[in-house]
C-alpha cells in the first residue's frame, strides 16, 4: 500500500473536466477537497493526511466515482511538525511543539528569475526567519516594476484588438494590456502555479510558513480589480491547490482598506470562502493599511500594520488572538518613511512588540545598483537587523513557554474600598483623562516585561538608565544577566540572588534584563 | 533730576504698614503698583518705566501722600530689548527684536550654596539657553531632599509645642516640622527673597528670562497646601515684588494636575489674580503633568509636558498661541523615563518641536556621586545635547522670521469638486478614519520643515534615506546644505540650484536640510 507521510502530500490526476471532489476517509474522519484544473481537461485533487492510519478515498465527478484507493499515512518524521494554528496568544505546530514567529517579507520573490529566487532561500537559510509575507498576485510598485515572466491566469481573447494589426504571439502575459482580453481566472498558468509550489515546498523543507498574500492593491494589470465572481473563484482555486500544503497561511489582503471598490462585507465573505473550501484550517488574516480590520470569525490572528509595536498588548485585550505585527516599517533607505529605519530602530520595535506579547515581521528596503530590494525581490539580506533578530529569538527560545507580557491591573475591591495608592495625587489627575488615553499611559508607565513565576525578560527600549532594581517573579534563587540587544552580548549580573537585586546597566539604549530561575 | 534707564528698576522704601500704593504718570500713561513688605514695619514699591520721558511719582497710604517726585526714563541702552511678550506663534522683546526661547530646567537652584548658584550662572553663561525655569517654593524630590537653608515665608507660633521642651534656637525654617507653627504668608523671609531678586538680576544680565513657577506639587514642608487665601497672597507678594524686573515669566504651577484639593476653577482665579496684579503684563502660563490645562484668557502661551514634540503644530492649531513645550523628557541616566534619554533622543525631540512651530526646553538629569542633577540643583552641565542646542539655535538664527511650519490643508473647492487625488485609494481610505485619528496620521506623513519664500528647514528625524529631492520654497536661486544634527556639521550641497533638486543624504538618523535663497 501506498506510504504518505502525516502532513504529507497525496496527489492524483484525472482526465475531467467541472465539479470533481476527493473524499477522504479515516476512522471517523472524513475529508472532502475539490478538485483545481491544471491543464486543458485535467484535474487534480491534492490532499493532506492529518493523522495515521488507513485512509480510503474516492475521487468523484457528481456521484460518478472515477478513482478510488487507499494509502496508509505513518507518523510525521523528525522535524515534521504539522501545520502550525493558534493558541492562546500564540501558536503551535500540529504535534504540540511551540511555533514562535520570526517573519519576512518578500512581497514579489515567486515573480523574480530562477537564480534570484534561489538565492533568496539561501538567504532564509541563513536567517532566524520561519514565515515569509509573499503575494499570490503580481506587484507593481517602486523598486518592482519589470513586467513578469509569468501571471497565475490566462488572459482571455482580447474585445479591443483591431482587424488587420498584426498578431502577436508573444509568451503569455508578457503582452502589453491594450492587445488582450481580461484575465480568465478559470485558465490557471502552470508555469505560475508549478513555480508557487515548488517556492512553497522549498520553504517548508527551510522550516518556514508561507503567508501568502491573496489580494493587494499594488497593480497595473487588473488583478485588484476583478469581478466579485472572479475574486471567489480565485480564492476557490487557491484554496483547491494549496491548501494541502501544511506551511501555506492565508493573508486575505495586504492593506485591505486600500483596494478600491470593496466594502468590510465583501472581506467577510472572502474570509468565510477561504474557510469554507479549506478543510485543514489554515491561518487566516487580513492586513491593513490604516485601520485594522475588525474581529472576524474567521480571523484566526491579527496581521496588522502599525509602527506601534506597543499596542501588542492592547490589540491582545482587543481581537483575543494572537497579535502578528506584519509591518512595522522596513530598514532600510529609501526616501518612504515606512523604508529607511535604521537597523537599531527596527530592532527596538521589534523587541518591544514581542515583550508587549506580540510577534513582528522584518523586512528590508536598501537602495541597490541592482534594485533588487529584499522587501520586494529577495535575494541577498544586507541589513544589519537580521542578526540582532536571531538574538532575540536565541533569547526568547530560552523561555518557559507560560511567559506573559507585564500587565498591571487595576483591582476592584469587593469590599469597595480604595486600592492602595488610588488617593496619590499622581494616581487622581490619572483619573480624570479619558480611559483611552489613561490606559495608553498607563502602558506607557509598565516596564516591558515578559514574565513567569520562572522568568523575567525586561527590555528597557531606548532609556539609557545606569541603575535599575528587580524583583525576582518569584520564590528561588534566579540568575541575572544584563543584554545588549544590539552588540548581542550577554553579561551575568548575578549567578544567584532571591528576592531582589540592584543591577547596574550600561546607560544606553537597547539594554534588556533577564532572571531565570535555577533553583528552588 | 535722578535717571532711570527704560526697563530698569525704580524702588522706593517706606516706613509704613498695610496698604501702600505707587502711582506712576508719565503723558497719558498712568500705572498704580502695590507695595511689599520688606521688614517689619517697612515695605517697598517697585516700578518699572516702560518708556522714556519725565516720570511723576507718589507713594500713598490709602490717600494720605507719603512721597512724590519724578525720575527721567532715558533710552534702554544696547543689549536692553526690554521685556518679552508674544507675538503671533512666537515671540517679541518690547523693542521689537525677536526672542526664540531656548529654555533649560533648574526648578531648586535657588535654594543651593551661594558656590553652586555661581556655577550655575557660569554654566548658563556659556550655554545656548536664554530661559530658566525655576521655583519660587523649595522643591521636595528624589535627589533634591536637602533642607533648604531658608524658606519664602515665616513660620508662625507653633500650636503643639510641649511646654518644658527644650527651646530650639536654630535659623529660621531648619527646624523640624511639628515643632513649629503654620507658615506666615504675611511675613516674608528677607533672605530669601533678595537670594531670588538677586538670581533674577544675574540672569537678565545675561539675557536669560526667568520662568518662576509659582506653585508645585513637590513639597514636604506644606507650601503645596496653603489655605486659598494664602495662596492669594503668595500671588500678590510675587507679583508686587518681581513684576518689576523685565525678564520675569509666570508659570502658575509645574504639573498643576498633581497639586491636591485645586480645581481648574481655583487656577483660574489664580490665573486672573496675577493678571490683575501685574501691571505689565508679562507672560503667564500653567504647565501640565498629565492634561494640558484649557485655554484661559490669561494665558499668553502654552507651557506643556509631553514626549511628543511632534504635537506643537496640533496645539498651535487648538490654542492661536505660541507653544513651548517646557518638559519633553530630560537627558540623563536615571531610572525614570522622563529622566533617562539618550542625548540624540532628545535633541531629536527638541528638533522636532521647533521644527512643528513650537519651542522645547532642555533639561538634565545625569547621576552623580555629589548628588547634584542639573535639573533641580543646577551646577555644571555635563550632557552632549546643549552642545547640538546651540547648533539648533545657530541655524534657526539664520531663518527668516516669517518661517511657519510646513502644513498641508484640504482646500475646500467653492465649486464642490473633488480636490486633486482624493479619489486615490491612499486618500479614501485615510476618510474612513475619525477625524483626529486623520490628522495625526496626515502630520506624520507631511515633511516636517520650518519655511518661507526664502527658506526651507526641513529635519528628517530618525529617517535613514539616502536621498532625497527638494523643491525650492519660492522663485530665485537657493543654496542648500545638509546639516548633521548630531555632528553639528554642514555640508554645502549645491552653491545655487532654481526650481527644484536632487540631494544625496548620508543615510542617517538626525540629518537636516537647509534651503537657503541666495538671489532673485
Given at each position: 500500500m501506498e506510504q504518505i507521510e502525516q502532513y504529507g502530500i497525496f496527489e492524483s490526476r484525472e482526465r475531467a473536466d467541472g465539479n470533481i471532489t476527493g473524499i477522504f476517509s479515516c476512522e471517523e474522519t472524513r475529508i472532502r477537497v475539490k478538485a483545481f484544473a491544471v491543464n486543458e481537461g485535467e484535474v487534480m485533487v491534492r490532499f493532506r493526511p492529518e493523522h495515521t492510519g488507513v485512509w480510503e478515498y474516492r475521487i468523484q465527478a457528481g456521484e460518478r466515482i472515477l478513482r478510488a484507493g487507499s494509502f496508509l499515512c505513518i507518523q510525521a518524521g523528525e522535524g515534521n511538525h504539522g501545520p502550525v494554528s493558534a493558541a492562546g496568544f500564540g501558536f503551535r505546530y500540529a504535534d504540540g511543539t511551540e511555533y514562535r514567529p520570526f517573519g519576512t517579507t518578500c512581497y514579489a520573490w515567486i515573480y523574480q528569475p530562477e537564480e534570484i529566487r534561489r538565492q533568496t532561500l539561501e538567504s532564509l537559510a541563513g536567517s532566524p526567519f520561519n514565515k515569509v509575507r509573499m503575494c499570490v498576485f503580481p506587484k507593481d510598485m517602486i523598486y518592482n516594476e519589470e513586467e513578469p515572466a509569468y501571471f497565475p491566469y490566462a488572459r482571455g481573447i482580447a474585445e479591443d484588438v483591431q482587424p488587420g494589426n498584426p498578431s502577436h504571439n508573444q509568451e503569455e502575459g508578457c503582452n502589453h494590456r491594450k492587445k488582450q482580453g481580461k484575465w480568465n481566472i478559470g485558465a490557471p498558468n502552470q508555469t505560475f502555479w508549478e513555480i508557487l509550489e515548488t517556492s512553497i515546498l522549498e520553504l517548508d523543507r527551510l522550516g518556514i510558513e508561507a503567508d501568502l498574500i491573496l489580494f493587494h492593491p499594488y497593480d497595473r494589470w487588473g488583478f485588484s480589480q476583478l469581478s466579485k465572481e472572479d475574486n471567489l473563484k480565485h480564492l476557490e482555486y487557491c484554496a483547491a491547490r494549496l491548501a494541502a500544503y501544511k506551511n501555506v497561511w492565508w493573508s486575505l489582503a495586504n492593506e485591505y482598506d486600500l483596494m478600491p471598490g470593496r466594502t468590510d462585507q465583501d472581506w467577510d465573505i472572502y474570509g468565510q470562502k477561504i474557510k469554507e473550501r479549506d478543510p485543514y484550517g489554515h491561518l487566516l488574516s487580513i492586513h491593513n493599511c490604516f485601520q485594522p480590520y475588525e474581529k472576524a470569525d474567521w480571523m484566526t490572528h491579527c496581521s496588522l500594520q502599525t509602527a506601534d509595536t506597543k499596542?501588542?498588548?492592547?490589540?491582545?485585550?482587543?481581537?483575543?488572538?494572537?497579535?502578528?505585527?506584519?509591518?512595522?516599517?522596513?530598514?532600510?533607505?529609501?526616501?518612504?518613511?515606512?523604508?529607511?529605519?535604521s537597523a537599531f530602530e527596527l530592532v527596538h520595535r521589534i523587541w518591544m512588540g514581542y515583550i508587549r506579547g506580540g510577534y513582528c515581521s522584518h523586512g528590508e528596503t536598501y537602495e541597490s545598483e541592482d534594485n533588487r530590494l529584499w522587501w520586494s525581490k529577495g535575494g541577498k539580506l544586507k541589513g544589519e537587523s537580521v542578526a540582532r533578530i536571531a538574538f532575540l529569538k536565541e533569547i526568547l527560545q530560552e523561555l518557559p513557554q507560560n511567559a506573559e507580557p507585564f500587565c498591571w491591573k487595576i483591582e476592584t475591591d469587593p469590599n469597595g474600598k480604595k486600592q492602595e495608592g488610588a488617593d496619590t495625587p499622581f494616581a487622581m489627575a490619572m483619573m480624570k483623562l479619558d480611559e483611552e488615553e489613561r490606559n495608553r499611559r498607563i502602558l506607557d508607565m509598565l516596564p516591558?516585561?515578559?514574565?513567569?513565576?520562572?522568568?523575567?525578560?525586561?527590555?528597557l527600549g531606548r532609556s539609557c538608565q545606569r541603575e535599575l532594581h528587580v524583583n525576582a517573579p518569584g520564590k528561588g534563587i534566579f540568575r541575572a544577566e544584563v543584554l545588549d540587544v544590539w552588540n548581542m552580548s550577554r553579561i551575568c549580573a548575578s549567578e544567584g540572588f532571591e528576592g531582589s537585586l540592584h543591577m547596574n546597566l550600561p546607560a544606553k539604549e537597547g539594554t534588556a534584563v533577564l532572571l531565570k530561575k535555577i533553583s528552588m
Open positions: 499596542s501588542a498588548m492592547t490589540m491582545r485585550l482587543q481581537y483575543n488572538i494572537p497579535v502578528m505585527i506584519d509591518e512595522c516599517g522596513y530598514e532600510g533607505d529609501i526616501p518612504f518613511d515606512w523604508g529607511n529605519l516591558m516585561a515578559l514574565c513567569s513565576e520562572e522568568c523575567w525578560l525586561q527590555y
